[in-house]
């Protein structure tokens, strides 16, 4: 990070800090108004680990039974901040038990102990607006048995906290954490006596956030779908308080929610989670479902291209692909080199997927879970098909990747088609990468092709460069498939059909033509639940590109012989909260 970037991160910390110990001195009378019903959705097995002292946040275990929250030394900075954001509440309201709610009232009126006073880490406008949303919902569930003065230093904080935020909203940053702070200020502005006067002009800038950010796809910049999904819960929720308090949602704000619901049916898949590209995950369990169904919105697009994601969907079977060039700018401090990566669901099983994001790994874990050799993708001699490059705010953008991405999506005769290409191999070694998918009707296979072509006069000379630097050996490259934890496979012994098994008990084959050579090899499922990275395998393809056009077909298919379908009954969809 240069001095330049520190500057302005350094200053709005300050001023965060000079806010909060002002408002700290207020002393705000308030009380409920009214309460929007809790529509967060928390974890039951979560809330009994921690209310049994495990506290699994941002990849980190901490094992300290009978421990009050706040005496645990977070490991690094996203552990404090699950900490100071108060998501957890969901989980200990999930529980409902007199464990978890000891520990629900103890930990809160400790930080308002310790912190209050607008100390530590958690006055930013994005935690304190999730953090009055946990409150505020959660109300009932913290204040039961509670006396006067405990009561009373509830709502003081709560009083401090909307007037830090009404007054330090706008330094947070565009997408997830300013609509963070805007749902957070609506909320308190509803349901705090005294806090009226902060509902109108939240809603106004919740209303031109909405123009700003969600495009007319129903996406946001970063491309990413969970994050996708979270911004659309936060409208869902401020859309129903307003008007169970008798206000409506301006025009921008409600017509984001009827574009964004289409958009996220298009990136969930045939299991109900949603894809992973750019940084997201699975979703939290229930979320996705439960959004859709607060919102209202019926619309759905089952094979069409959304925030640059295009879906197949047949019978049981989804697939969804990256088919556009990766977020840029600000947005790309989380991009994944994935262009045209695809992810393959079968009913309740996660088949064909990319390794996910490292994020809650570490930093190296991280990097190499934004390249593309982590996604189901085509790689050039094991270069990604955009790089990592300057940092912004201690994070790395991605650059230099694919600029046209040309697809299609249409009906065939027995099916749907997928067709697209990119250039992010042009520069380095003047080939296209085109792939094509198709879908059957039944959702029992998928016909497909890789090619690698030289088109123009400009790109043969850098083909011809690149395969000098070979000795004329060929551009090596790899078509990868990272396969689910869950699924079994094998490679039969002359190297060209790959048999997997589901945990349904289905059973799909990899086919290919023998020109490339196919093999195991190990890889990767990072799921943020997790407490490191599960073991896996992928199957790899390897050739080399001679000439300045190279095809490689192969096939998904299960077998003619399999059932249309099989009963599913093991559980299946979520991810355990903390595994090895």
Known sequence: MTHSEKLPARWARFLNRIAARRVAMSRPATALLSQPEPRTIGSFARGRQLSAGNFVFAGHLLQQPDTNMWDLKAPDAGFAEELQGFGWLDDLAAAGDAPARICAQDWLWRWITLYGAGRGPGWTPDLAGRRLIRWINHAIFLLNGQDQSASQAFYRSLGQQTIFLGRRWKASRPGLPRFEALTGLIYAGLSLEGMEDHVAPAVAALDRECASQISDQGGLPTRNPEELLEVFTLLTWAALALAETGHSPRDAHWQAIERIAPTLRTLRHADGALARFHGGGRGLEGRLDNALATSGVKGSQPNGLSMGFARLSAGRTSVIIDAAPPPRGKAATDAHASTLAFELTSGRRSLIVNCGSGASFGQDWRRAGRATPSHSAVVLADQSSAKLGERLQDRELLQEGPRK????VSQVQDGVRFEGGHDGYVRNFGLTHVRKLELTLDGRAMAAEDMLLALTDSDKQRFDKALDNTALEGVPFDIRFHLHPDV?????????????????????????????????????????SRLKPRATKQIVLSGRAIEYATRVRWSLAKPQDSPVALRDLAQGGSEPMAGA
Not at 405 to 408: F, L, N, T, Y
Not at 502 to 527: F, H, K, N, Q, T
């Open 488 to 528: 079994d496979v094998s490679v039969d012994m002359g190297g060209t059909v790959a048999s997997m098994a589901l945990m349904s008990g289905e059973i799909w084959l990899l086919r290919v033509d023998g020109r490339v050579e196919m093999a195991l090899e190990p890889s990767v499922y990072l799921e943020k």
């Open 405 to 408: 991405v040309p697809i299609q």
